[in-house]
């Protein structure tokens, strides 16, 4: 089927087989324009007057649900995202881990997995690989979340994806996620037009623009401040001795932004990562960035929790324990 969005007139295409009785949203790659999909209804034969009346047919059954997996140490987090795909015909499940979640990809085999870069027991990174590593999981659509610890330097893509078919930073979630969930499950592809199709496009399927109503673009905000909310939540420790809980839990908090910040590192300088690791280089080619993680570090976390503790050297060197293994040096 082609579409061709109303704003910007790129067309495209893509599986229509999932599209329902109520039509989808999808947002233009380009443009980034809402607008919503419906089947186009041909008008039905004319019938006699003499003629019997047609036997009823059965209802076309609804669009099958798409299945997506979140996966995100933060239970919050998760419940936030789910909120928001709460409206759209998904089913959706939750993990918050990474071996938990890979072996819930084998087990459920789910239409998308949100997956975050930082996640425990495995990084998302390793959780991708091993997705694209089996050939029964290929149909699945990997979208990672990163959590971009300093938005005011990384102004750039991913120069590589380790096998995903895209990323979304955590602030754009509430606005694009369901769009890119839609345009990923029916294979929206850009189609270049040509001359001779210049003036032939109307008809290939029923588009219109569609504009958020003042509720919906406060549920967007609200949704973004408490997905904000809960990551200064999960990664500010504040400790509260003596109690020992309280400890406890702070030192989990420093462990997570340690591995948030290790893994934006890796998502954002795949190459540089590798080459530093393969020549025992990592900490000089990536020096700039590793002041800036360390600088946040030491701004998030307590010193009474730093002085006894190397929380995000140890989340370095385990990346860097990883990569050599899996580059076999």
Known sequence: MLIICPSCKARFSFDDSRIGPQG???RCSKCRTIFSISRKVENPAPVSVAAPPAPPTAAAPAAQKVKVVIANESASFCAAVAKILEPEPFEVLTYNDGKEAFEAVQRVRPDVILLDVALPSMYGFEVCERIRQDPALAAVKII????IYDKTRYKRSPASLYGA??????HHIPDSLVS???RHVTNQKPVEKSAKEEGNTAGE??????YLNRQEVDAQLDARRQIQADEERETMPQVAPPAAQAS????EKAKRLARIIVSDIMLYNQAKVEEGIKNGTFYTLLEDDIREGRALYERRVPEEIRKDTSFLQAAFEDLIAKKKQELKL
């Open 248 to 251: 406890s839990q702070a030192h």
């Open 205 to 210: 399927g029923l588009v219109k623009p569609q």
């Open 180 to 182: 890119m969930i839609y």
């Open 165 to 170: 078919d895209d990323y979304i930073e955590k």
């Open 24 to 26: 989808i949203k999808l």
């Open 144 to 147: 990672l979340i990163a959590a």
